[in-house]
């Protein structure tokens, strides 16, 4: 027998439509849209949906919760990493960063990831699959479930940063955006959605015509071609000057501002000139760059430029006009940093084997 239908997969119409087929009306689509999201396991528990309806909908689809294996906490405790399995086996990370102004959680889109960014682990066993809407969901609902149950706030931003690239999964991506901000549900505002991508041009014209307004983070890390291909394969794809324009019309179509990644790697996108010519590169439109010293990867050779160049860097920026801010790192003794989240996988029954 095929396997039931994910029911974390379905838009809210798409629900719709599901629940009139079964002779309901089209409003009881919401009302398990708010069960969903608040972590029911089993169609029982919806207690406000008529009882035949409950086990009907228990015969056609699963939820498709994700387990929990592991929880692994920053000495700081300003950071946590979740590890979930999927139902394949395979195991996604997330984390939790606990700011000030309240909960982030940092959100893998695929299983591994096939652009090659040669200082990220993600990238190192190449792409496995794409996740789902509604495992990206699950994640969301899932987190939320375990800060309830530690007496934490909700997660209250997303950054779509964990592992793979959301604009090479663009339709489930886009799917779990509109799921998320469902009001009937998680409720979350565009705004307080990060999407950060390594810059696919076409990509990036078509999220800009989407009509929701999410956060667009640009993983720059370079102030020319010639830099970003001796880092990202996906540069011989795609110019800096075309990411540009497209992060411009980013803007104007949703007036946010945009946000350019750059991580520091000694000796390689880190001098002076560098900065400069990124000044010149970005001038002319709202944006700001996020400064991320590197985290060095085990096996990978870049290292992370020292603390004056880091100072120097930002400095010129500054000195140009750009607005630039510096990454905390704030989950970096779990392994929960930028760039550092990677496939794994569940070997076996008799103990979880976590790939490093
Ligand atoms: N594919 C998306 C999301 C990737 S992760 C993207 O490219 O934007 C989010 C950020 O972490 C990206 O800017 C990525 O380039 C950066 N990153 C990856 N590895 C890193 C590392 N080892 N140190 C610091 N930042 C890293």
Redesign the pocket.
Known sequence: MAEKADILDFSLEELERAVEDLGQPAYRAKQIVKWLHKGVGHFDEMTDLPQAFRHTLHEQFRIGKLQILESLHSKSGYATKHLFLLSDHNIIECVVIRYKYGNTL?LS?QVG?R?G?Q????TIGGLVRNLSAGEMLSHVIETNRLLEENGERRIGHL??????????NYKNTIEFMKMVHLPAGINMSYRNIT?????LVPRMFELADEGLPVTL?????APNDNVRKLI?P?ASAYSVVDIIKASRYYYEKTGRRITF???L?KDLNDREEHAEELAELIKGFPNHV?I??????EG?D?R?SPERSIQRFIQVLKSRGVEVTR?RELGFDIEG?????RRSFYSGSESQHYER
């Open positions: 940092c889109t990831c652009m960014c200082f990220c682990a993600s950054v779509l940063m964990g592992s793979g690239e959301p604009l090479d999407l950060s991508t390594c810059g983070s640009v993983s720059l890390h990202m996906v990644e750059y991580t790697i996020n991320i010293p590197l985290n060095e990867v990978l870049f992370r990454r940093a930028c760039g550092q989240l």
